[in-house]
């Protein structure tokens, strides 16, 4: 990963964090409008992070159940994964989700090794055969 992406990432993250906080008119006239469209579907009642929590949750369920049916259709031969495909992926991504969260504010050589070690780690679950990896 190269240094501009990592600091073109950590400017949108802080300009989202600072839309988010800010409070300006632009993003009230927005939480206006969806909740007028959200009472004349039915849902009134539910806020703009009720919604996009449910669809970040569709979303990852999604992502998760397509790489465990990726994991499923390898062959046998090639991988040798340390637990059945849908727990495998589904502890990756809770790994890989709670580590972004902690790094959230690091550094990006901490950001960078997290993701090296977290590629190694997938890896090993996964149980990629050496002689796929070109490894001894």
Partial sequence: MSQQTLSVSNAQDRARAHRKDSGGARRNQL???????????GLGAATVEMI???????VL???VRQYANYLKSVDP??????????R???MLADAMHHGAKRLANGTA?????FILDQIHITERLV????????AP
Wanted: proline letters at 4%; aromatic letters at 4%.
């Fill in 31 to 41: 939480l206006t409008a969806a909740a007028e469209c959200f009472d004349e579907v």
């Fill in 52 to 58: 996009s929590d449910a669809f970040s949750g569709h």
């Fill in 61 to 63: 369920r999604r992502t």
């Fill in 77 to 86: 031969d090639l991988i040798d994964p340390a637990v059945e495909p849908e």
């Fill in 88 to 90: 495998l992926v589904q």
């Fill in 109 to 113: 050589e901490e950001k960078e090794r």
């Fill in 127 to 134: 149980g990629i055969k050496a002689d796929v990896r070109g």
